[in-house]
């Protein structure tokens, strides 16, 4: 069955960074575009980044362009987030989704910014 499995998050001070993994099986990964989003406590889930099947499209958000950086590696079948210049306002529950064609969501992993 279709599986995404995030890790990476934790604990990191303002202007630290982090590296989130999500690890994909159960699909053809490859043909899949694939997207980050963030849940911030008490607020609606929104869209960080997307990459397409080949990783040629690539999008942000406003809010984390220049500081994040979406990258997939098909031979593993993973996609990561490089975050870098972290700031408290990007402390969320992160989440992996692979949305086309085949649409799933991984289960997440917290990040939190904090001093």
């Known amino acids: 069955q279709v599986q995404l499995v995030e890790s990476g998050g934790g604990l990191v001070q303002p202007g630290g960074s982090l590296t989130l993994s999500c690890a994909a099986s159960g699909f053809t990964f490859s043909r899949n575009g694939m997207r980050w989003y963030r849940q911030p406590p008490g607020k609606e889930r929104d869209l960080v980044a997307s990459i397409s099947s080949a990783g040629d499209i690539i999008n942000y958000a406003a809010s984390v362009k220049g500081r994040f950086t979406i990258s997939r590696d098909n031979a593993k079948n993973t996609v990561y987030l490089q975050m870098n210049s972290l700031k408290p306002e990007d402390t969320a529950l992160y989440y992996c989704?692979?949305?086309?064609?085949?649409?799933?969501w991984g289960q997440g992993t917290q990040v939190t910014v904090s001093s």
């Open positions: 989704r692979a949305y086309y064609p085949i649409d799933y």
